[in-house]
């Protein structure tokens, strides 16, 4: 017969001693299981470790918790606020409700508290995890064998808890401890697509780089070098081609009256470009085009050269006298990317990352200009939709090409890993996919 093992949360053990203490000298006025504050603070502890670094606040995802636990959430927060163990930022009402996160002045002494068979808790978490797991069957072929793979595999948990033992950061030893926890409780396994983006969540993607090492098995990781800017370049091809074929006064509201010819470019991408950013973004985009169409080409393809060589970070430090390191090119792409094009504060407008913004644009200013209009109707939409280009390229063509000839990958968003045996075919399949769909075989990088 199979015997259920406890499910285990992590909690700080000051936090978890403050709070028994706390329940005797003055217990809520409502019925509680110690457990359900245990599962709240777990679960502020994960949102608070894996967080981005200007995150230091969290939402709390208040249906979440009523699915799981047996108590109130908004009755149990308020307790752990009450007493200290959680705070909470602003509130705007209609706009912004409040964030939380854990009292800094506890220590992050990471401590295991096991929830036993048989209590509601484990009850209700076991039944969470079952009914993630009920959408596998609904998955395509070639998905079913890569979750079967991810199920499969195989992590030296011991070398890992060595490696991670010796870091000196606390609240990243806690970080890769959960992760590897994760992994060596099947239950926690999980293979699921984000509904926004497309893209691929598993346990590995989510598993710090230094960790992936610990993977048992021998394995060489190929991925797409300079992908984000690689991806937007081919968007932004597009809707240069787009633009080429368009006349200012054939845009009219009415979408229907748009020659699709003039879109195909964008056909497998399954997105039309005028509903998606806008039909001014689009008219902005034909006056560029039309007012500086020798210059803006010239400046798209020497992006286009440097995404397509893999060197982008490279070209730019040059072109800046090495004033930034790769590192910090790399993260300044990204500000440009995925940042809003201005907030406001205090009836004052700001842009965000605003010195970032303005030396990228000294090196590719009519780049940045694009993106900045593509980003003026919601500055979500254009991260998001390179997110689905690069999932349809990986996860809808190239891992499905890999199945059917034979070879399950593991997915890291923009990079694959395959048996060594695998890998000359895994990369031919690669590079005939971007060919197919691009006419152009970008740089990517082996790790053996």
Not at 295 to 318: H, M, P, Q, R
Not at 396 to 423: W, Y
Request: hydrophobic fraction near 40%.
């Amino acid at each position: 017969m199979k015997i259920n093992q406890p499910f285990k949360l992590n909690v700080p053990e000051s936090i978890q001693y403050s709070l028994v203490k706390y329940l005797q000298d003055d217990p809520p006025g409502f019925k509680y299981d110690v457990c359900d504050f245990y599962f709240i603070l777990n679960y502020l502890l994960y949102k608070q470790i894996f967080a981005k670094e200007n995150e230091e606040y969290l939402k709390i995802n208040y249906n979440h918790l009523k699915s799981v636990i047996n108590s109130k959430p908004v009755d149990c927060i308020n307790y752990l606020r009450n007493g200290e163990f959680i705070i909470r930022d602003y509130y705007i009402k209609g706009e912004k409700p409040y964030y939380y996160k854990l009292n800094p002045k506890f220590d992050f002494d990471l401590n295991t508290v096991s929830i036993e068979p048989g209590s509601k808790l484990f009850d209700r978490i076991q039944n969470r995890y079952k009914n993630k797991r009920a959408h596998f069957n609904r998955l395509e072929p070639h998905l079913k064998e890569m979750k079967n793979r991810l199920m499969k595999l195989q992590f030296d948990y011991d070398a890992s808890k060595n490696y991670i033992s010796k870091n000196p950061d606390i609240k990243k030893q806690i970080a890769y401890l959960m992760q590897i926890e994760a992994l060596a409780d099947k239950r926690l396994r999980y293979f699921t697509r984000n509904k926004t983006n497309n893209r691929l969540y598993t346990n590995v993607t989510n598993l710090k780089r230094e960790l992936r090492e610990f993977i048992k098995g021998d394995f060489v990781n190929i991925d797409l070098k300079n992908s984000q800017p690689f991806f937007l370049g081919q968007l932004l091809i597009c809707l240069n081609a787009m633009a080429a074929n368009f006349k200012l006064d054939e845009i009219k509201r009415d979408l229907r009256d748009i020659n699709n010819n003039t879109i195909l470019c964008c056909s497998f991408l399954k997105f039309d470009p005028l509903k998606t950013f806008g039909i001014k973004a689009i008219k902005s985009i034909l006056l560029i085009h039309q007012k500086q169409k020798n210059s803006n080409l010239v400046n798209l393809k020497e992006f286009t050269d440097c995404v397509n060589a893999g060197n982008l970070y490279e070209y730019v430090g040059n072109y800046l006298n090495e004033k930034y390191k790769r590192d910090e090119i790399k993260n300044m792409m990204f500000e440009v990317l995925f940042s809003q094009n201005v907030v406001h504060q205090n009836f004052t407008k700001i842009i965000p990352f605003e010195n970032e913004k303005k030396v990228f644009a000294k090196v590719f200013p009519f780049v940045a200009e694009m993106v900045k209009i593509l980003k003026n109707k919601d500055y979500k939409i254009l991260p998001v939709l390179l997110q689905k280009i690069e999932s349809y390229i990986f996860i809808d063509c190239i891992a499905k090409e890999l199945v059917n000839a034979g070879i399950v990958p593991i997915t890291i968003h923009d990079s694959v890993m395959v048996e060594r045996l695998h890998k000359e075919k895994t990369i031919e399949i690669i590079r005939n996919v971007f060919f197919q769909k691009f006419n152009v075989i970008p740089l990517f990088h082996i790790s053996e």
